[in-house]
């Protein structure tokens, strides 16, 4: 029987909880960037993002990055079976990440 279960199962609970909060940021941010991604880069007919202060903030989606990214860590130090959650979580706020990368590569084209 084993006396230390105390730390196994609050890095399970801390895992889980920054996963989950990770996972959820991502499909919210990358479902409302999209809509914005595909909104901003068509206006002013035929302008890749021409329009005045035509960007997306990229620090939500670092925020949900760092979220997933330490979940991932508690989950792989103690050994834990819920990184799936914090995975998700990261590939989720990439896809974000990515379309705000490209709104201001677009814009410091024009």
């Known amino acids: ?21 990770s996972l959820l ?3 919210m941010l ?3 960037w999209a809509f914005a991604f595909v909104l901003i880069v068509p206006q002013k007919a035929g302008g890749w993002g021409t329009a005045a ?3 997306l903030p990229f620090e939500p989606p670092l925020i949900g990055l760092a979220l997933g990214c330490l979940g991932f860590l508690i989950a792989r130090y103690s050994r834990q079976p819920v990184a799936r959650y914090s995975v998700a979580g990261l590939i989720f706020n990439t896809v974000p990440l990515v379309l705000a990368i490209l709104l201001l590569i677009f814009g410091a084209v024009r």
Do not use: N
């Open 30 to 32: 990358a479902l409302g």
């Open 1 to 21: 029987m084993r006396h230390d279960r105390l730390i196994p199962k609050t890095a399970f609970f801390f895992s889980l909880v920054l996963g989950q909060a």
């Open 25 to 27: 940021l991502g499909l």
């Open 53 to 55: 202060h035509a960007g």
